[in-house]
């Protein structure tokens, strides 16, 4: 009898593992029938996508959205003529001076994560070791339409460099919480002032890097 019993309860418990699989393999089904008339019946499905929240910088060398992390830093590079020292006239960077050349860059920004805040960050003026000291009000930054990929200046330079610390936030608001815009941003030397002889800033040295941070909650 206890054989029996034992059997009976495996049998009931094969016989509930059987009537779920269907459920758990199957999408829903129905079947209606009549002996005259219309029928009408319905089989349902669910759906979900999940869109992770992204954000995008390039300012300078560097790939598109979604490619690799490009850790390049451009240099934006000055050399200002003998006969022009402090004379006001605006010096163009050189031709190697960032990934578009005499001194304009890449600037992308991409999210889809609502408002996007961009800041522009230096540490202090760009010094010669020395002693003396450049401002970065002497940077200016103009903004351009962007050839490729192509982008008609959607992301304009708005703010000057600061003079230590974040400038305020530049960043266009977001469109239906989508921000995907570009420029061109070029550099140049105003050279409104005569300084001591030096170089000013370099690669990583003396006060040089601007870092753009941008963000969102």
Do not use: C
């Amino acid at each position: 009898m206890k054989n029996l019993n034992l059997i009976s309860k495996i049998t009931v418990v094969a016989a509930a593992i059987a009537a779920t699989m269907p459920m758990l393999a199957q999408a829903e089904s129905a079947t209606v029938s009549a002996a005259t008339g219309a029928l009408t019946t319905n089989a349902r499905l669910d759906f979900r996508v999940t869109i992770p929240k992204v954000l995008f910088l390039r300012v300078g060398t560097g790939g598109l959205y979604g490619a690799a992390a490009n850790t390049t830093v451009d240099l934006i590079d000055f050399t200002v003529p003998a006969a022009n020292v402090g004379d006001a006239s605006v010096i163009n960077a050189t031709a190697g001076s960032g990934d578009l050349g005499n001194g304009s860059v890449t600037a992308l920004l991409r999210s889809n994560a609502g408002n996007v805040t961009l800041t522009a960050n230096t540490v202090g003026a760009l010094g010669n070791g020395a002693g003396d000291t450049i401002p970065w009000s002497q940077i200016a930054v103009a903004s351009a339409n962007l050839a490729a990929p192509a982008f008609a200046n959607t992301l304009p330079h708005t703010v000057a460099l600061p003079a230590g610390g974040a400038s305020a936030n530049f960043a266009p608001a977001a469109t239906a919480k989508v921000t995907n815009v570009g420029s061109q941003w070029t550099y140049t030397y105003l050279n409104a002032a005569t300084v001591p002889a030096g170089t000013y800033g370099g690669v990583g040295v003396n006060n040089s890097r601007v870092t753009y941070t941008a963000s969102v909650l």
